[in-house]
């Protein structure tokens, strides 16, 4: 069973303009949410990230919203740019329960954004 | 600033070979996460380390082990390996405690042949 589900594959939008991904999540104990973008034969990127505590963090054209209730986050982009193609990931993890155990994060099967000159 | 580093970055082995991957967290990060990522899949999670303690593992098979030394890089060995190993494998640092922003290396292409 996913715990975190990128339901769209791909997504492709013009320059400029914004783009939406979505991540929705069934487990209520992931307490921290992050977004990763990656390249072919890299490693994932960190972009952004939010605690359960917010509902929206902001980093230059990158926002990501989360909506407890519906167990929904999303990350806008604007304005879109070109070198924003990758595949980005949803990921979250849950929090420590004691000193020094893991956070290890679930993914999200990405979804690949092409942004169109 | 310096990033997570992943050796070697490509490997390939045959049936039945053993490999080990190395990976050097940034510095003062005391927590280390491997994480194999398949051909079209996402990253899945095997195992992590904090303060050179095994604090978590995941779906690793038992052909797999991995420790964490004093300067707090990892290995991880992989024995008898089998072509479903074949795989990108990934590493993780992070600051315990903090926010949980895990940063990755450029993982090590592993193909069993």
């Known amino acids: 069973d996913q715990q975190v589900k990128q339901n769209s594959p791909s997504l492709s939008v013009q320059e400029g303009r914004i783009s939406i991904l979505n991540c929705d999540y069934t487990n209520s104990m992931f307490d921290y949410f992050l977004w990763y973008k990656k390249y072919p034969a890299e490693g994932p990127t960190f972009l952004i990230s939010i605690s359960s505590i917010k509902d929206k963090n902001e980093d230059g054209r990158f926002t990501v919203f989360l909506n407890k209730s519906a167990k929904h986050l999303s990350l806008h982009i604007v304005p879109s740019q070109p070198g924003d193609s990758a595949v980005y990931f949803c990921?979250?993890?849950?929090?420590?329960?004691?000193?020094?155990?893991?956070?290890?994060?679930?993914f999200g099967s990405g979804t690949q954004l092409t942004v169109l000159p | 600033a310096a990033g997570v580093i992943q050796s070697p970055r490509h490997l390939i082995k045959e049936k039945r070979e053993t490999a080990t991957l190395k990976c050097y967290p940034i510095p003062r990060h005391d927590t280390v996460y491997w994480y194999q990522q398949g051909p079209g899949q996402d990253p899945q999670f095997l195992i992590s380390?904090?303060?050179?303690?095994?604090?978590d593992k995941g779906s690793i098979p038992d052909r797999f082990s991995a420790q964490q030394f004093s300067d707090y890089h990892s290995e991880l060995n992989m024995s008898s390996l089998e072509l479903g190993d074949s795989a990108l494998y990934f590493c993780a640092s992070v600051v315990r405690g903090g926010k949980n922003e895990q940063y990755f290396g450029p993982g090590t292409r592993l193909t069993v042949t």
């Open positions: 990921a979250a993890s849950e929090p420590e329960v004691f000193s020094g155990s893991a956070r290890q994060l679930t």
């Open positions: 380390f904090y303060e050179k303690m095994q604090s």
